[in-house]
Structures are given as C-alpha cells and as structure tokens.
C-alpha cells in the first residue's frame, strides 16, 4: 500500500469531567447523566447558557436592527416600494446563496416590490462578480441592486454601478479583505465595525434577517398586518442555506435551522417537495445530515456545472410541472457531477499514489488544466480531510486559476491569503473555506509561499486528526428512552457535532465486510449485545480478526430502522484493542 493511501490512526481527546456541575446540571434539568457529561465537554459553564442552547425558540432570535446600517437599508426599499421601482437580487451560485436570493425575491414580491433576480455563474469571479448583474440591471432599467452572499470584496464595482444610477444594498457574510464598499448599506456580521452579536450567520441568514427588518418597519408603520407577514415560511430557506454552507449551529444559527427543519417537513414549495421527493424524504423528519448529503449536493450541482438560476426557479415555482422538470434536471445534473467528480477525483488520487513526497509537507497544493472549476471545492474538502492538511486545488481555464481551499483547525487560511494577495487576482471567504483566482504562471510562486507557511506554522502532531471525545457511556443506557433524551441536542453539524461517546466491549464474532468497504461489528457488554457500524474502516478487518477480543470503541449510538423493525446501532468512529 503507498504512502498516500496509509490509514491515520486519530488522537483520542478524552473529555473533561466535573462531578459536582454534572450533578448540579442533572437537577436543574432533569436530564440524563450522560447528556450532563456532554454539556460539560462542550463548555457550558452557566445553568442560562445551557437553558439558551436546550430551549431557544423563535422570540429569542436577535433584533435585525443591531445590525449597522440596517436602518438604511429598510429605507432604500422602503423608496424602492413607494416609487415603484424594480429591484433586481443578485446571489452567488452556492446553496446559501441560491436559498437567500430565493428568500428575498419571494418576500419583496409579497410585499408588492417588482423583483428580479439573477445568480452569478462560474466564471464571475474572473470576469467581475458584479459584471453579469449589471448588464442585466442596467437592460431592465432597475434602480436598486440587492446583492446575496457576496459583494463585500466588490468595492470598484459597486462604485461604476453609482455611475449608471444604481444603489447597492450589500447581504454578504464573508470576511471583508479589501475594505468596506460605499454604497447604502452593507450588512455583513463579519464588518470589524459590526455590533451583531452573530457573526456566525450564513448569506441566507443575513438575507432573512433583511427581510425580518423590513418586516418590521412595515408592521410599524401600519402599511401591513402583521398576521398576514409571517416569516416563519422562510425558514426552511433559511435551514437549506445555512447547512449546506456549514454554518456554525450554536446560538442564533441554531434556532433558524431547528424551526427550519420543522418547516421543511410541513413545506408548501412545490420545487422543494419535489426535491425531497427525489431524495427519498418526501413527508419525513429532515435532519441536517440529509441536507447535507442529500438536498445540498443536487442544488450545490447546478452551480457547479449547469445553471444557477434554475435552482431559484425551483425553489420559488409554484407550478407543479415546471417544478417535476427542473427537479428532474437538477437530478440528471448531480449524476454527471458525479461523474465529473469520480475522474478527477481518481485524477487526483493516483497522483498522490505516485507522488509520495508531496506528503512530506504539511500542506497540499495541487493544480491542472484538466479538472473541472466546479467540483474543486468537493475535492479540496476531501484531501483536506483525508490527508488533515491545509489543502489547495487550483483548476486551470484560459490561463487563470480557480482555487478552492480548505484546511485543519490549527491553520486559518485567510491570513495566508492575504500574505500572499500581490500574487492573487482576487480571494474570499473564511478561515476555514475560502477561494481565489490567480494568473497560471504565478501559481508555483503562490505553491511554494503557501506550503511554507503552513510548514513553519504548523507542528508535526497538528497532522495527527484528532477525535474528541464527549462522555463514557454504559451499554446498559444506551436505551430508545436515551435516544430521544439526545434528540435534546439538536440539529447537530458544523460547532455542534453528534456526541461521541465511548465504552469498552468485547467482539463477540470477528467483523463482517459490507458494502466493500464498510465494517460491521458484534459487540457485548455485561450480557447486552449491540451491533456496530464501522464506515470506510474495512481495510482494518485484520487488526481484529479473532473472537472476544477487548476492544475501546467511540461511536454515536442511533436507531436504525429496517421493514419497519427498529434497532439500536453503533456508529463506529474508531476501535482500539486492549
């Protein structure tokens, strides 16, 4: 086996424990030992921060106008309203951006705006984000642009769209690297000068919290009845966007998607119905992992190698025709992004086989002419994570480079970037995910700069991938009742991942193969057998072939149901003999 392929054995980070606040934490809130522990290894050091992230509901969702400028921005469309003026919404080409500029052109319309909407397609970042939308403004005579989950970089351009008599109203939630633009508003949780306390908001929570100020400035001035502006039928938008953009699901956040989830199982949409329909989750409880693997990746296919637009055609339809046809092609679009992903992933893989030294470095910086601009984000992620190394992939079109990044908690990006801005035509996003565009002869120079930074900032063991571990559990509680007690906890993704638990159990039979790659495990302890899923792990069958062995497993424990029959499994993250 080469070097590339070698299995990395994660670090075990045992959980922190105190007995006293987990026992003060079980009598407050009446709630499982084991959830206690959880708390705890999540930092919760106050009976209110627990309360808050238990039982938040939609009234505790912050005020909109905290945001800077917001009070302009409800303004201009205020104008745009009463004069009767067209406004055109402009969205980037992901999911969040896709769901906000849906959210904004469906809520300005009900409000009695003339809105239109375009999406930026793959090649704007190299031609001028703000080049498409203003064509386009410019030939429907609209005189206010609302920009979604982009525009805080596009400073030149907002100013040349002044000249043509177009304000610009900014929705954007990435981290500003070239100043702020001048124009009416910009509303960004990330602006230094920003007091919103939520920094961590999507670009489709950025658009809704726009939307809920308007709303609310309309109540107010008694141009609307509040009872007919309900924006709670947003929300499974607003959830869509903010997962499949890996938003971080604590406080704010955290709310907007556990009522989303809840209106995404009672939508009206018939695009979405039918989306979830080819999802196999037509009429079921969605969970963010659904959104995540499912949903996301069917309307994350159009931006990366078809269409945009469709995907807020789909969303906004209310056609049940139109919306089984773009369904469909949304589906038809996914299974050739597969396709194009399998070959350059492939691509990508056999070179690393054949280039072990590349490993030798604490970073990846990869770069061709032949794999597609759109499925790079998909590959950077996956290298990123397989290799736990800060990971470039850069595609080369016409003699420009788009990169896509994505790299380990002990490296943020963004300031490597902005080291290296001189080489770069431009770069965005955050510390964790973030893109560029460069001219092709200068990506050595920007491989080179790159890989050395992360070889100076980085120690060896910050390439080890580390498990953390929430709470040691006994077979005995891992019951249904137990179950549902860790529904609590919910939705779980980016900031707040499942719980992993961990115990020790002897293997009562040597592991099953399934699926290729995939072990299934018979565990016992004190007389309760529990069977165990090990995803991608069977290349480690022959660590553990024998029966009753000891082992100490982590794993997050789930209900699986099969012909209606439901069980108790483990997920297995990882096993070590004892």
Not at 462 to 480: G, I, N, R, S
Request: with cysteine.
């Amino acid at each position: 086996m080469t070097h590339a392929l070698k299995y990395q054995s994660p670090e075990w980070i045992s959980p922190k424990t105190d007995a006293k606040w987990q026992e003060a934490i079980i009598r407050e809130f009446n709630i499982h030992p084991v959830i206690a522990q959880v708390l705890i290894s999540r930092g919760f050091k106050n009976f209110d921060d627990i309360n808050a992230y238990l039982y938040a509901k939609l009234p505790n969702l912050l005020d909109p106008s905290l945001f800077i400028n917001m009070d302009k921005a409800v303004d201009r469309i205020h104008q745009a309203l009463v004069k009767k003026e067209k406004v055109l919404v402009f969205g980037d080409n992901d999911v969040d951006g896709i769901t906000g500029t849906a959210l904004l052109v469906e809520f300005l319309r009900y409000i009695g705006i003339q809105t239109l909407f375009c999406v930026a397609n793959r090649t704007a970042a190299s031609h001028g984000m703000l080049s498409q939308p203003k064509q386009y403004a410019i030939e429907q005579q609209c005189r206010l642009l609302i920009t979604v989950d982009c525009g805080i970089t596009a400073g030149d351009e907002i100013e040349d769209l002044a000249k043509h008599h177009i304000d610009v109203i900014v929705t954007d939630h990435h981290e500003p690297t070239a100043g702020i633009p001048k124009c009416i508003a910009a509303l960004n949780p990330k602006i230094p000068s920003n007091c919103y306390p939520n920094r961590e908001l999507t670009g489709v929570g950025v658009a809704f919290k726009l939307a809920h100020a308007v709303a609310n400035d309309l109540i107010q001035k008694k141009e609307v009845n509040s009872l007919k502006l309900d924006l709670k039928r947003y929300l499974d938008l607003v959830a869509l966007g903010t997962v499949a953009d890996m938003g971080s699901l604590i406080g704010e956040n955290r709310i907007l998607v556990r009522y989303g989830l809840k209106q995404l199982k009672k939508t009206k949409r018939v695009g979405l119905l039918c989306l979830l329909e080819l999802c196999d989750l037509a009429g079921q409880t969605v969970l963010t992992t659904d959104i995540a693997s499912k949903i996301a990746p069917r309307l994350n296919s159009l931006g990366r190698i078809a269409d945009s637009t469709k995907g807020v055609e789909l969303l906004l339809t209310r056609d049940p025709a139109v919306a089984q046809t773009l369904a469909k092609e949304l589906d038809l679009n996914n299974i050739e992004r597969q396709r194009l992903e399998k070959i350059d992933s492939d691509d990508i893989e056999e070179y690393l086989q054949n280039h072990p030294e590349m490993l030798e470095n604490k970073a990846i910086v990869l770069y061709s002419t032949k794999w597609h601009p759109g499925i790079i984000p998909i590959l950077s992620a996956r290298i990123a994570k397989q290799y736990n190394r800060p990971t470039a992939i850069i595609a080369i079109d016409n003699g420009i480079g788009k990169g896509s990044l994505r790299t380990i908690p002990e490296f943020p990006l963004l300031d490597a970037l902005r080291q290296n801005a001189p080489l770069l035509l431009n770069f965005g996003g955050h510390d964790f995910a973030a893109g560029l565009s460069i001219e092709e002869n200068l990506i050595p120079s920007f491989a080179q700069n790159f890989i050395h930074a992360v070889n100076t900032s980085l120690q060896e063991a910050d390439l080890t991938p580390k498990l953390q571990l929430d709470a040691e559990v006994h077979f005995e509680d891992v019951t249904f009742d137990f179950l549902e007690s860790l529904h609590l906890l919910e939705p779980f993704g980016t900031e707040n991942p499942a719980p992993i638990l961990y115990s020790e159990a002897i293997q009562t039979w040597p592991p099953k193969v399934v699926g290729k790659s995939h072990l299934k495990l018979y565990l016992e302890q004190h007389d309760r057998v529990l069977e165990g899923i090990a995803f991608g792990l069977a290349d480690r069958r022959h660590e553990i072939l024998k029966k009753n062995i000891k082992l100490r497993i982590a794993f997050t424990p789930y209900v699986n149901t099969f012909l209606n029959k439901s069980s108790i499994q483990l997920l297995i993250k990882d096993f070590r003999e004892l």
